[in-house]
């Protein structure tokens, strides 16, 4: 079956970095997109990366590995307003995106 | 960057009673259209993908009767719920992309149905 894996909920201060990290298994690979999504809107897009390596995006950068099935985004110099949920989707063999079940980060003064 | 709108943004309807949800793409045209639900803290579910004039494909477990689609322009998709019950309260999101497999879906700002 296809799937993808992130943490539920993570903690970080203000100021600080934070790595949310997401694993997936799916019936092939057309590209990996991070998307954020604040309580009671719509999701807003952040980053694709569909080779390996680091994208970068200001204080956001997201990275790929194929290999491993894996992908992190990075988020520098944390503020309150990056209190939000963040949502890993895979674009598998039939361009259908997969979509985690999203990490709720809480950031605090 | 593209722009997808949703009307109306929150309703609340009667048990019984049928809802229409419209999705438009502002300045772009979308190929194809996607239709989402979201419950409280839980992602995205994929409800249909329609692509413009044709039938909406639906999703494993998701009733074609009860949630109508239609996808009549390049700029337009329609969601009705039908005889609309309580456990259809949900947070519904469209979205949009243009042809190519690879762009980015561009989501409208959702709709919060409920259902009394």
């Known amino acids: 079956g296809q799937n993808i894996d992130q943490p539920t909920e993570m903690t970080a201060t203000e100021g600080a970095i934070v790595q949310i990290n997401c694993t997936y298994q799916?019936?092939?690979?057309?590209?990996l997109f991070w998307y954020q999504q604040h309580a009671g809107e719509a999701p807003t897009f952040l980053s694709y990366?569909?080779l390996d390596g680091l994208e970068e995006k200001g204080r956001f950068s997201s990275f790929l590995s194929r290999s491993k099935g894996y992908s992190y985004l990075l988020l520098k110099e944390l503020q309150m307003k990056d209190s939000a949920s963040y949502l890993c989707?895979?674009?598998?063999?039939?361009?259908?995106?997969?979509w985690g079940a999203g990490t709720k980060l809480i950031i605090k003064p | 960057g593209a722009v997808v709108s949703q009307h109306p943004s929150r309703v609340i309807c009667k048990s019984g009673t049928s809802v229409k949800i419209e999705c438009r793409s502002l300045?772009?045209?979308?190929?194809?259209m996607f239709w989402y639900r979201q419950f409280p803290k839980q992602s995205l579910m994929l409800m249909a993908t329609?692509?413009?004039?044709?039938?909406?494909?639906?999703e494993q477990g998701v009733e074609k009767d009860k949630f109508l689609i239609n996808h009549a322009s390049l700029t337009l998709s329609t969601l009705t719920v039908t005889s609309a019950h309580p456990e259809d309260s949900s947070f519904y999101i469209c979205?949009?992309?243009?042809?190519?497999?690879?762009?980015?879906?561009?989501f409208g700002p959702g709709t919060r149905l409920t259902v009394t």
């Open positions: 990366n569909v």
């Open positions: 989707a895979v674009t598998d063999s039939n361009y259908q995106l997969i």
């Open positions: 300045d772009f045209q979308a190929t194809t």
């Open positions: 979205s949009a992309k243009t042809g190519g497999e690879f762009y980015e879906q561009y």
């Open positions: 329609s692509n413009e004039g044709s039938k909406a494909t639906y």
């Open positions: 799916t019936s092939g690979f057309n590209g």
